[in-house]
């Protein structure tokens, strides 16, 4: 399919609006000391429950671009902080963890909620259903 729009190459949108997401976030999360990737170390233990370093890491490796700290340094000092323990290779949210966790999360709906203004549920879906089919097509191509 070839295309002559007004618009800029899909790659600029997607990279575009990723380091716009990560400004939002380290703005948003600042107050509470914490990172976009801390973050998703938090939403990921409070959604899934005590996991593994190794499945954590499954579940957050689509989101962390080389060069980004890595889920041990994240790790490592979420547990500092007291908002994570690691038994062993299982991790786990604390009390603290938990409210921070729970803290963040208004910040980061409000977030959201900034990202999809004036967007109805049936225009995010679409969007998702063609970055996924987008995504599924460079995949087979690896």
């Known amino acids: 399919m070839t295309t002559t ?43 899934q429950g005590p996991l593994t370093r190794q499945t954590l890491g499954r579940l957050l490796g689509p989101f962390w671009e080389p060069g980004a700290r890595t889920l041990d340094e994240v790790v490592h000092a979420l547990a500092d902080r007291g908002r994570i323990t690691a038994d062993g290779d299982t991790l786990a949210l604390t009390t603290a963890g938990r409210r921070a966790h ?25 969007t998702v259903a063609v970055l996924d089919r987008m995504t599924a097509n460079m995949a087979s191509g690896r």
Do not use: C, M
């Open 5 to 47: 729009t007004p618009y800029k190459p899909i790659g600029y949108y997607l990279k575009a609006l990723d380091a716009l997401i990560d400004e939002d976030f380290a703005r948003s999360l600042s107050a509470h000391e914490l990172t976009r990737r801390d973050w998703q170390v938090l939403n990921g233990l409070a959604l």
């Open 102 to 126: 729970a803290e963040a999360a208004s910040l980061v709906d409000v977030s959201r909620a900034r990202l999809l203004r004036g967007l109805t549920e049936d225009d995010y879906v679409r």
